[in-house]
């Protein structure tokens, strides 16, 4: 079985350095995101991973085999382009079978394997058209046809879902991982959605500005965050950060010395991370809850998101049930749940141990 | 849309199909006339009697065994000259659009010195008139010993040609997706069945848009065909049919038969391509 091993890769547009030093591993079979804001190389990563484009220094290995020299037709991998980029003057079935084609399956192989594919993705009636007469899901089936055809040891996709309405994609969604859990195959998916990549994935690997942030289940980099870049790019919505103090053994947030205690091995000066829904909002005056006032109350469905100010320009915010009422300037006081407390070098930015 | 204002449309367009068209039936007309009709006053629009005398002499004039001490006459030629057009014109186009588009996909696809700048010169030298350079290339062939060759023909006219060519094609593949052609090389096309199989296809109304404006320059041609040739036999068309004009009278029997003739291939051919030629020069419209 293939895993994809990339060791020490670095890749740069002039003096752009987009990917730098980057190691990862793939495991075989798995469905692995790679995640993370636009611009911090994940595209790039994928396209060299797919011998579209050259790197300036590292490995990328196929199981055991070094596959940095290969082209892009020797690698036996399979990508779904953002664009879907599919062959404009060919019909559907014609451009499904393609890979076949240039492999010199023999014709009646070639068209059961087409059908078989159409069929798993429902397109059997679209095979005659061309790509112009198809619907933007049509086309994005007709790209994942192209992809499974070949059975290839590898998929790669470059945010396929992108260009779908919402309520499309997230049957998509559904469908993709479904395909993978039927077929098996390895698969890199690129997104910058993390909802997608929570959903989806066996494992994550946060991207930002051409380094691997954390590797890890959806679960463990929602709960168990490596660093800042983490904690405030992953959960919707974000995780509270603020300054505390270590105030001998114990945390203390804006002039309140919490009773939650933590290692006096820390620094003094550390960064808090918090989610909004391990925040709960309660009247003043409670013991261990740090005073302060609303600020902004906003609905988002069920919930009701509560922005409190415990010190000028410091606000945190907390996820609360709807029918828990606040209104702007009423003075309230936020308690943190010490269970769910990550804390942070303020330096490093790395997670530390409570 | 108001009736009226259709109807006013439908007028101003009849109008102006009937000037344009005037002069090719007009043509039709007195290349239909026996002789004797051409000069009657007033002019008849259409032919009392139908002759194809003028387009039998063209056609198998050269079979007709002239009288003794005549000479030939310019319309033994004909068929000549029509070759001598068909073969400058298919030549010249056919070197003009491979050299447009594998130049326009390399400067499209390739990064390289100046590669920007390209298209843009070139085109600047399309809008320079050919008057300027048809005498420096009058030199060049004569010293390169291709006067009165058809060979020098065709180059004059790639000269003229290439430029639009090379910038209609450049902007077609601007407009093809670079992603298309990552999906074949992934899918294990090599370069050669990438470009043959996958761009040629989408390029294909550009080339015919480009095929047919070449075509267009070099049949139509009259000032490099005067300059660069002498031999009656080696005359394009729209050189050789000046030859019904002997300097005191017009044979305007052969010369507007000769333009029907000359007319039709260009004729058909544009009726074939119409659709093509509309999406060839909406250039950048091919999304997949
Ligand atoms: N062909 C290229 N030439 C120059 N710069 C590029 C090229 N491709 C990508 N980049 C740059 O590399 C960086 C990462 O791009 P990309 O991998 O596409 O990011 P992502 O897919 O994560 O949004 C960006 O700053 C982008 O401008
Ligand atoms: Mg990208």
Redesign the pocket.
Same mark, same amino acid.
């Not at chain 1, 636009?38 to 990563?45: D, M």
């Given at each position: 079985m293939t895993d994809v091993v990339v060791r020490g890769l670095s890749k740069s547009? /002039?003096s752009?350095n987009?990917l730098k030093a980057l190691d990862l591993l793939v495991p075989s079979r798995q469905f692995v995101t790679l995640l /993370?804001p636009? /611009?911090?190389?994940?595209?790039?990563?994928l396209r060299l991973i797919a011998g579209l484009e050259r790197g300036n220094g590292g490995e990328i290995l196929f199981g055991e085999n070094r596959v940095d020299h290969l082209p892009p037709g020797e690698r036996n991998i399979a990508m779904v382009f953002q664009s879907y980029a599919l062959y404009p003057t060919m019909d559907v079935a014609r451009n499904i079978g393609y890979g076949l084609e240039v492999r010199r399956i023999p014709k009646p192989e070639r068209s059961e394997k087409i059908s078989t594919v159409a069929k798993v993705l429902e397109i059997g009636h679209l095979l005659l058209r061309k790509p112009k007469q198809l619907s933007g899901g049509q086309r994005q089936r007709v790209a994942l046809g192209r992809a499974m055809a070949r059975r290839p040891d590898i998929f790669l996709m470059d945010e396929p879902l992108s260009n779908l309405d919402a309520k499309l994609r997230s049957a998509m969604r559904g469908e993709l991982r479904r395909f993978h859990l039927d077929l098996g195959t390895t698969t890199i998916y690129?997104t910058?959605d993390q909802l997608e990549a929570m959903t989806m994935s066996d494992l994550v690997v946060v991207m930002n500005e051409g380094i691997v942030q954390q590797i890890g289940t959806p679960e463990e980099v929602y709960s168990k965050p490596a660093n800042l870049f983490v904690a405030g790019f992953i959960g919707t919505p974000p995780m509270n950060l603020f300054p505390a103090t270590n105030s001998d053994g114990f945390l203390k947030v804006a002039n309140t010395t919490l009773p939650i205690q933590i290692s006096s091995d820390l620094p003094r000066e550390l960064v808090i991370g918090i989610r909004p829904q391990e925040v709960s909002v309660v009247s003043t005056g409670e013991p261990g809850a740090i005073p302060g006032k609303v600020w902004m109350v906003e609905l988002i469905g069920s919930e009701r998101l509560i922005e409190v100010e415990i010190a000028p320009k410091l606000r945190i915010t907390a996820e609360v049930r709807a029918k828990h009422r606040a209104a702007i300037d009423d003075h309230v006081a936020v308690r943190l749940d010490p269970t769910h407390l990550h804390i942070f070098d303020p330096v490093t930015g790395k997670a530390l141990s409570a | 849309m108001k009736t009226w204002v259709a109807a006013l449309l439908y007028a101003v367009l009849s109008a102006i199909t009937v000037v344009v068209c005037f002069p090719l039936l007009w043509a039709i007309s007195t290349s239909l006339k026996p002789k004797s009709e051409i000069f009657r006053w007033p002019p008849t629009l259409w032919p009392e009697n139908i002759t194809f005398e003028s387009y039998r002499e063209l056609l198998f004039g050269g079979a007709v065994a002239s009288a003794p001490g005549a000479g030939v006459p310019p319309s033994a030629y004909f068929l000549d000259w029509f070759a001598n057009s068909v073969i400058v014109s298919v030549g010249s186009t056919a070197i003009s659009i491979t050299i447009a588009t594998l130049a326009a996909y390399s400067l499209t696809r390739f990064r390289f010195w100046g590669q920007r700048a390209v298209p843009y010169i070139a085109i600047l030298g399309y809008m320079v008139p050919s008057v300027i350079f048809v005498f420096p290339m009058f030199l060049t062939m004569v010293s390169l010993d291709l006067t009165d060759t058809l060979l020098s023909l065709i180059l004059g006219y790639v000269c003229i040609t290439l430029p639009f060519c090379l910038w209609l094609m450049w902007a077609f593949f601007r407009g093809v997706p670079i992603e298309i052609e990552e999906a074949a090389l992934v899918d294990g096309a090599s370069r050669l069945q990438v470009f043959r199989q996958v761009v040629l296809p989408v390029a294909l109304p550009g080339i015919i848009a480009a095929s047919i404006f070449s075509l267009i320059v070099s049949w139509n041609d009259y000032l490099f065909g005067r300059v660069f040739m002498n031999s009656m036999e080696n005359l394009p068309l729209t050189v050789g049919v000046m030859h019904f004009f002997d300097g005191t009278h017009v044979d305007w029997g052969l010369m507007m038969a000769s333009s029907v003739l000359m007319t039709l291939p260009m004729a058909i051919l544009f009726g074939f391509m119409q659709r093509h030629l509309v999406a060839g020069f909406g250039a950048g419209a091919v999304k997949g």
């Open positions: 547009f /002039g752009n987009v /993370g636009s /611009g911090c190389g994940k595209t790039t990563l690129v910058h | -």
